[in-house]
């Protein structure tokens, strides 16, 4: 289902898959963007649709995978390899990933259940804490 949603998503520069309205996105849909990113064993190239929201010039996305035991491929991908890029809309840009620190972590949460209230029913079943992922814009030619 994710790949044709990327399909569908790149085809139409977001106007179809754009939105997540299942569950609690169902009254109050959720903006969706793309994010590529590298396998670590397999160096291949894949996209996932993630719910997001912006806080200043960077996005805000969680590894939350439904609240599963494990964390989510692409975030395990993305602390290995956090330089990468995202899609919004018809907007693609460079991005590097970094997991919010407790401080962040603690203003940022209640913004995004008020983005996506299902976010804290999924941490209510994970034995985990939920990473929120903070990524900030970087451009490719500056500053390396």
């Given at each position: ?5 990327v ?12 939105k ?10 959720v903006?969706?963007?793309l994010?590529?990113?590298?396998g ?33 491929q ?22 590097r ?18 983005v996506?209230?299902?976010f804290?029913l ?15 814009p ?7």
């Open positions: 289902m994710a790949r044709t949603q399909w569908f998503y790149r085809r139409t520069r977001g106007r179809l898959g754009g997540w309205r299942v569950a609690a996105g169902f009254r109050k849909p903006p969706v963007l994010l590529d990113h590298r670590r064993k397999s160096g291949q190239l894949y996209t996932t649709p993630l719910l997001y929201m912006a806080d200043g010039a960077d996005t805000i996305v969680v590894a939350s995978q439904g609240g599963l035991p494990r964390h989510p692409w975030y395990l991908n993305l602390r290995s390899r956090p330089d990468t890029r995202i899609q919004i809309g018809g907007d693609r840009r460079t991005v990933a970094r997991t919010a620190n407790p401080k962040e972590r603690a203003r940022l949460w209640p913004l995004l259940l008020d996506y209230a299902d804290e999924y941490q209510s079943w994970a034995e985990r804490e939920i990473p929120v992922v903070i990524l900030q970087h451009h490719e030619d500056g500053g390396r």
